[in-house]
């Protein structure tokens, strides 16, 4: 079984604590798209049906998982679930709005 140690906890404890500082996004798909301009079309709705699909199934990896957090797993404390929850929602929430993002871009004809 895993268990922190004193010294360990008083590490996270003040890791938690420092101030978060944001990462820059990068997307080697994006840039690739941003480059696009001269492929043909067809390449560029395959290079957005492939990165849609991805999400697609990213997000019913996370509603299942989802799913079986909310059916309540016993080595897993109710509050440390609402944490867990709030993660899988953003990370639902992403792949709905890339899903919605691709099929957008998709439709403009590019």
Same mark, same amino acid.
């Given at each position: 079984?895993?268990?922190?140690?004193?010294?360990?906890?008083? *590490?996270?404890?003040?890791?938690?604590?420092? *101030?978060?500082?944001?990462?820059?996004?990068?997307?080697?798909? /994006?840039?690739?798209?941003?480059?696009?301009?001269?492929?043909?079309?067809?390449?560029?709705?395959?290079?957005?049906?492939?990165?849609?699909?991805?999400?697609?199934?990213?997000?019913?990896?996370?509603?299942? /998982?989802?799913?079986?957090?909310?059916?309540?797993?016993?080595?897993?404390?109710?509050?440390? =679930?609402?944490?867990?929850? =709030? /993660?899988?929602?953003?990370?639902?929430?992403?792949?709905?709005?890339?899903?919605?993002?691709?099929?957008?871009? /998709? *439709?403009?004809?590019?």
């Amino acid at each position: 079984m895993y268990k922190i140690t004193p010294k360990g906890k008083l *590490e996270l404890e003040t890791w938690l604590l420092e *101030e978060t500082q944001l990462q820059p996004v990068r997307s080697e798909f /994006m840039l690739k798209l941003l480059f696009s301009s001269d492929q043909p079309k067809e390449h560029i709705i395959k290079m957005l049906e492939i990165y849609k699909q991805v999400h697609v199934e990213k997000r019913e990896k996370y509603m299942k /998982m989802q799913h079986e957090l909310d059916q309540g797993i016993e080595e897993i404390t109710k509050e440390r =679930a609402r944490f867990l929850n =709030a /993660m899988l929602r953003r990370g639902i929430l992403s792949c709905e709005s890339t899903i919605c993002w691709c099929d957008e871009t /998709m *439709e403009t004809g590019l």
